[in-house]
């Protein structure tokens, strides 16, 4: 687990289990991601990344609310596009594109939504190859 994983998950008032640090790690990574600033935006996205491939929890979590998601790492939705700066923006539209790919491939089968917003992101008018 990364350094920055570690210490997320040691913070005081953290509940013991391992699910109920993940569920607390998701709700702190998802506030991070409401964030205006991009450069928070990526920081919180790579922590998801990492804890999206180790936990099945964690992924049951984040594809649950997998829109919100989507639009706060790729800038899905046209009238609340992602914050600046405009280079880290477009790094972390990169690497989410990136990750939902990976994701979809490997964890695709079992998680439906996750294929499902995979295929539509493929599909849309903003394709996925555009952001990677």
């Not at 939705?77 to 600046?84: E, F, I, M």
């Not at 295929?119 to 008018?125: A, E, K, M, Q, Y």
């Amino acid at each position: 687990m990364s350094t920055s994983v570690g210490r997320l998950l040691r913070t005081a008032g953290v509940p013991r289990s391992s699910e109920e640090r993940l569920s607390h790690a998701y709700h702190l990574l998802m506030t991070q991601l409401h964030q205006e600033h991009a450069e928070i935006r990526l920081s919180a996205f790579q922590v998801v990344d990492e804890l999206f491939v180790r936990s099945q929890h964690f992924r049951t979590l984040v594809v649950s609310d997998f829109q919100a998601f989507l639009e706060l790492t790729l800038g899905t939705d046209h009238k609340q596009p992602l914050p600046p700066p405009k280079e880290v923006a477009r790094r972390l539209r990169q690497a989410a594109a990136r990750a939902v790919q990976g994701w979809s491939e490997k964890f695709g089968a079992a998680y439906k939504k996750l294929a499902l917003g995979h295929h539509f992101l493929r599909h849309s008018h903003q394709t996925l190859q555009t952001w990677t």
